[in-house]
């Protein structure tokens, strides 16, 4: 039943909409459950070749996230450090799933996300009314947001079912569709790096990067068509602008995590006061103008979509290397050198834009990706037809 704690965080996404309690489930079910199981075991995941190349990155990288004075709370240090570190304990996490448990969790997540798709489909006022936190997008007559309530999350999710061989041409199209359904600009950057790191054993990079090239260009013409190009003009408008007078929250962060790891070079200011739900009183933010942006006031989960400025404001460049670093070394036992670092150059990207380190939601997504991309043959997991 190791599946178990994992599908508990994926219910806990709709559920978090009724009750905000949930919405730290999957702190919870990670830090006890998962934790706890991988304790157990850290007699065969410490051999000397994992601690000079994993354990040592990983804890220069935690004494770099730590705040240089005294004058924090401990248990805010440890939950803003501990913030970034989902996906690298889902993964490690996944590992031991068996192919049944393995096959019950992926079971389990494309009966949810489809449910949530019919369910938004055939009741959508009632969906609104329950899930839904965005109505508008582009020229799209109805925003696909599923059980996952955010168009970002459930278009992640269906690249998973795009992606992986277990499914059939159906289940593809669908996916497809869904993700053009979300108007989710995230969505189809995945679609087309997913795509292209599942085929690295199948094609060369030339026509690997020419085929790459034909999805870009087809994504962009459906986008423009569906209004979205527009949208990302605008985003790069607003980040073209200065910090403090910046409408686009991920670019507010981005630009300013810039600006802290070089006046802080080569360190950032820490976890505790940058980028995560435990920096809310950082004198950062007042320092850089940006206090009396609503976005800070009303304490957004927005301020921290972008996990790759969290951890460059919170622990610089030095910080940054290192994270990658640590996280690449986990992808290598299992993927081998090219594909690890495909992976990693996906992971990089969509961090930008998305919170798949402290998201339970999205890193859980993203070691099941990881899971089939280690699998050497996915035709031993089928379901569909």
């Not at 996944?94 to 192919?99: A, F, G, K, N, S």
């Not at 949810?112 to 009741?123: P, Y």
């Not at 992606?163 to 979300?182: A, D, Q, R």
Request: charged share 10%; hydrophobic share 55%.
């Amino acid at each position: 039943m190791r599946d178990l704690p994992l599908i508990v965080i994926v219910l806990a996404l709709p559920i978090s909409k009724f009750f905000p309690v949930f919405s730290v489930i999957d702190d919870a079910i990670i830090l006890i459950t998962i934790i706890l199981f991988l304790i157990l075991r850290v007699a065969k995941l410490i051999k000397v070749g994992v601690i000079k190349k994993f354990l040592i990155p990983l804890f220069i990288f935690i004494m770099i996230a730590l705040p240089w004075n005294n004058n924090n709370d401990t248990l805010m240090v440890v939950l803003s450090v501990f913030f970034v570190f989902k996906l690298h304990v889902l993964i490690s996490y996944v590992r031991y799933l068996t192919p049944d448990e393995f096959r019950r969790l992926i079971n389990f997540l494309f009966v949810f996300t489809f449910v949530g798709i019919l369910f938004q489909v055939f009741f959508p006022e009632l969906h609104s009314h329950l899930l839904t936190r965005e109505l508008s997008r582009g020229s799209l007559g109805i925003v696909l947001s599923g059980l996952q309530a955010n168009p970002n999350y459930l278009a992640l999710t269906l690249v998973l079912f795009f992606v992986c061989n277990k499914y059939g041409v159906l289940v593809k199209f669908l996916s497809i569709l869904s993700i053009f359904s979300t108007g989710s600009r995230t969505g189809f950057i995945f679609t087309i790096a997913g795509w292209a790191v599942g085929k690295l054993d199948q094609f060369s990079f030339s026509r690997l990067f020419l085929y790459s090239v034909i999805l870009s260009s087809i994504s962009l013409v459906v986008l423009y068509y569906l209004g979205i190009v527009d949208t990302i003009l605008n985003d790069i408008k607003y980040f073209s602008g200065g910090i403090s007078d910046n409408l686009y929250i991920r670019g507010i962060m981005i630009k300013m995590a810039l600006s802290v790891s070089l006046d802080e070079f080569p360190f950032g200011v820490s976890l505790v006061q940058f980028g995560t739900p435990y920096s809310w009183a950082s004198s950062v933010y007042e320092y850089y103008g940006v206090a009396e942006l609503h976005f800070f006031y009303e304490k957004s989960s927005a301020v921290f979509d972008s996990n790759l400025a969290t951890i460059l404001g919170g622990t610089g460049f030095l910080g940054l290397f290192f994270y990658f670093y640590s996280l690449y070394y986990l992808l290598k036992l299992e993927l081998g050198l090219q594909k690890a670092l495909f992976y990693l150059g996906t992971v990089v990207l969509i961090s930008i834009f998305m919170p798949i380190f402290s998201s339970g939601y999205l890193a859980l997504v993203f070691s099941m990706f990881y899971k089939f991309l280690s699998m050497e043959k996915i035709s031993a997991y089928p379901t569909s037809k």
